[in-house]
């Protein structure tokens, strides 16, 4: 009697956990998983004004709730501007993985082609552009 009660206690155990994992694939509502890229506002940007090519940006940005992870981030370069793109990976896979809205920072690496006067600009988490002037020396290495 001892024995059936304990191998329907570890098969009861078993079921529980194969139905806990299962949960985390489908959203409560039985929708599958899934997961798109967004482009999301940068906070902040710090920088010294004058740097040499190859010297890194620290950028800080905000996510929405939900499971998150950043993607990549990048200074595309146009003209005597650089653009920063954070762009983040939202994606949902069940209840457990759910959590609400976070920071995160990176360092970008600043590649230009030449010397000289340059600006980041990127939008803040109010929609306001921001624009940091930055002047880029001549490396020595």
Known sequence: MRRSVKVLSVG???ALAALAAS???HAPSGEKQYSYLKELLVDTALVRGR???GDSVLV???YPGGCNRLD???LEAA???LHIR???EFYYRGEPCA???GVDSVYVRLRVPAPGEYFIAYRNADSSLVVIPLTILPSHS
């Open 72 to 74: 990549s981030a990048a």
């Open 86 to 88: 954070m762009i983040y």
């Open 79 to 81: 003209t005597d501007t």
């Open 51 to 53: 740097v040499v090519s």
């Open 99 to 101: 959590h609400g809205p």
């Open 23 to 25: 949960s985390c694939d």
């Open 60 to 62: 800080v940005c905000r």
């Open 12 to 14: 009861f155990a078993l």
